[in-house]
């Protein structure tokens, strides 16, 4: 009972926020890509890239950070990757060129994932564990929420104050945390986590993981039919407003109703969950993906394009994705229940690494919407046969 009084009340919404804040930064700037490539003199392929490597600025950063955290503490971990979000933040505000602009997104990234990695690691520190399942979920619910409204917030911004507006607001809010961690936020960290945080069982950890056929398998596959997703993302400014010839502030719009198949995908996981297995939920899902893909493949090739045609073809990809995602990580964190922090770890960064090779991929080319279809219908594929090599392994 001691023990229990004395652990550390950290409010939800806090952490809800440190979370919000490190993925934001990747929905709320794809409306002001256009209006930066104008202004900067940049190609829609060089701009394309301050999305991509922000996704692998994620990926990397899910690696650091747990085992960073274990051995110096929460929350000097939290506000050092504060500080770097908040400075990588204005100095990619005043960028004066697209490589300036590329190389403080990824150190803004960086930082912004600190949020993202200990947003989760405190939850588990703070609260029991069928509590923290709950917490968790809440917390996921906010993270699906962004990808939502910050494509709409950053039209706004862009249309009215200009695309460095989107980027002074990500550094205010990097400013808004850093406060709140100073002053709301306690440190949370065990003596346990340090114990066990050496490098020499992180890397016996991952080498277990990396030999492990059903594991890659779920990993690559996970990433291939939920990250692919962010080919789309980098490339929907130029398929909507130069292709298909609409105003840039319907972007949002549009990845707005996008993210909302996202959030149909995750009630079907959890209504079928108990009656459907997971596996079937993931080949089910990843064959939405597949369709989706191959629809908007064949609209592209036969130049047949629509905003009707490609956003229903790529909800179907978004509702198949959010089925298929949370099974992908129940099934990776479940090959070996010893190093469950572990596969956690690997299977994010491994998710993000995806997803940033996928938006690389997609801006290659003269012509987005083709490239961007093949992209993910390639993934597709990959991921189903990703599932296949799990599933004999498993």
């Not at 405190?122 to 619910?141: F, G, K, P, Q, S």
């Not at 690997?346 to 083709?370: E, H, I, K, R, W």
């Amino acid at each position: 009972m001691d023990a229990v009084k004395r652990t550390p009340k950290v409010p939800l919404w806090l952490l809800a926020l440190f979370t919000f804040a490190g993925t934001l930064a990747i929905h709320i700037f794809v409306p002001a890509l256009p209006f930066a490539a104008i202004s900067l003199s940049a190609s829609n392929a060089s701009v394309q890239l301050t999305i991509s490597v922000y996704i692998a600025g994620l990926a990397i950063g899910q690696l650091i950070y747990g085992p960073v955290s274990d051995r110096f503490g929460r929350r000097p971990t939290l506000m050092v990757g504060l500080t770097l979000y908040t400075v990588a933040g204005f100095a990619a505000a005043l960028a004066p060129d697209i490589d300036s602009l590329v190389c403080a997104r990824f150190l803004q990234a960086l930082g912004g994932c600190a949020g993202v990695v200990l947003g989760r690691a405190i939850v588990r520190d703070t609260a029991a564990t069928h509590e923290a399942a709950r917490r968790l979920a809440l917390m996921n619910l906010v993270v699906i929420i962004g990808p939502g409204l910050a494509p709409i917030v950053g039209s706004a911004l862009a249309l009215t104050f200009g695309w460095r507006s989107v980027l002074y607001a990500l550094c205010a809010l990097g400013v808004v945390n850093l406060i709140f961690t100073w002053r709301l936020l306690p440190e949370t960290g065990t003596t346990a986590a340090a114990a066990n945080s050496s490098v020499s069982v992180l890397a016996r950890n991952y080498w277990q993981l990396l030999k492990s056929p059903a594991f890659l398998g779920y990993a690559i596959g996970g990433g291939c039919s939920t990250s692919a997703i962010y080919a789309f993302i980098a490339t929907a400014p130029f398929i909507f407003v130069h292709q298909l010839n609409r105003p840039a502030h319907e972007v949002g719009i549009y990845l707005a109703i996008l993210a909302s198949g996202g959030w149909f995908g995750y009630m079907l996981v959890w209504r079928l969950s108990h009656r459907v297995g997971l596996r079937a939920l993931l080949v089910a899902g990843n064959g939405l993906c597949v369709l989706g893909a191959f629809v908007l493949l064949g609209l592209a090739a036969s130049q047949h394009l629509s905003v009707v045609l490609v956003m229903l073809s790529m909800c179907v990809f978004s509702v198949g994705a959010g089925v298929a995602s949370p099974a992908a990580l129940t099934e990776a964190i479940s090959v070996n229940q010893r190093v469950t922090g572990s596969a956690s770890g690997l299977y994010g960064f491994t998710q993000m690494a995806v997803g940033a090779l996928c938006a690389v991929l997609a801006s290659l080319g003269d012509d987005p919407a083709l490239t961007t279809a093949i992209v993910l219908a390639s993934a597709g594929v990959v991921a189903q046969l990703s599932f296949w090599i799990a599933s004999a392994n498993g």
